[in-house]
């Protein structure tokens, strides 16, 4: 990929762009509304700057780190993003053994279109992630299928109590489920590798995509000439759902989506043994702040408890700074979704290692061994 002007996570998009369907670029792509908190996630890391200290000998550097009682090797996962199957043949399973071989965290999307029991088949060690429906006896299904397929880390998306602000995706044709048209076909027409080596080869190995985790039974199809997507019971969803879920889940919980101090310190009452600080990719409410911004106050307010975070990270120097601030791993979700789009696995694969690399090349210019020496005054606010 490095061949095809791939330097950066950043190039992943322009490629995405060409590959993929407009609806499905877009749907990626953008923000809500006027994408505010969409832009204050990158900007947010430019308020921050590294305090280097030289010679220090850096030679034994390592990115490993321990979470969950697991070794990983790299201080930064795979977000769960909706739909993958749909950026590459088998998408959801690219991605996650491309996560596994790297030894990275993989989190599946609870919008994904593959059964989870086939992608934690390839990918053993995965985490999922659920819209817990707000039901009892749904929750306990959902989760008796997850325990069931051998997953051990279980991330509840907490900031979605409605669907995502459709007006930036669907001006370019987007819906959930798809809308069979002339504007869809022609939109297949003109990206015809996608038509064929994606959405055709899909329908032949595996018929229709559905969305296969969204309950315990399977979801809706994502073409449908009238079928609505099923988000009743959602904006009922609260802090006793996740009590419910604690109730019924044996492993790790972690609760993705919270944004303040109050709600971690509710979070870890009820139960949870880590958390996502995440404003959702900026798709959530346009304004809500950037998740850097708010990812110290988090974990100053619940000290002990694994404070992980995502929203705009796009270089090891955007991973150090937020492992500065305390994080204890961080996420990125739209560079390896574009980067499964612009390559398959090997796009995928190559967007890792450049993360690794720029990761472990920041550690030695900035004279520490661990990513976690970078909590130690390395990192700080920049002078107005
Ligand atoms: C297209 C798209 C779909 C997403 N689908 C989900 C999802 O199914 N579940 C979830 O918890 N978060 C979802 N997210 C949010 C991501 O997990 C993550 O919070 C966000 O992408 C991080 O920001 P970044 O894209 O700047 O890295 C989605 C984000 C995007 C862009």
Redesign the pocket.
Known sequence: MRHRQIYNLHDFQALARRKLPRSLFA??NNGAEDEASLRW?RQAFEQYEFMPRMLVDVSERSQAIELFGETYASPFGI?????GALYSFDGDVRLACAARQANVPYVL???SLTRLERVAEHAPGMWF?A?LPGDREEIRRLLRRVAAAGIKKL?I?VDIPVSVSPDRYARFGFSSPLRPSLDLLWQGLSRPAWTIGTFGRSLLSHGMPHLENWRAARGNPVLSASLQKDVKNRDNFTWDHIRIAREHWDGVLIV??LMCAQDAVRARDVGADGLIV?N????QADGVAASLDVLKDVVDAVPGLAVMM????RRGSDVLKALGLGARCV?????F?FALAAGGREGVDTALALLQEEIDRNMAHIGINHPYEISDGRVRRRAA
């Open positions: 749907y990626i996630n977000s769960p993003v909706g739909l999307s609870g919008a992630q819209y991330v998306t993705k989506g995440s959702h990719g900026g798709r995502d929203g705009g990270i996420f990125a979700g739209r560079p979704n």
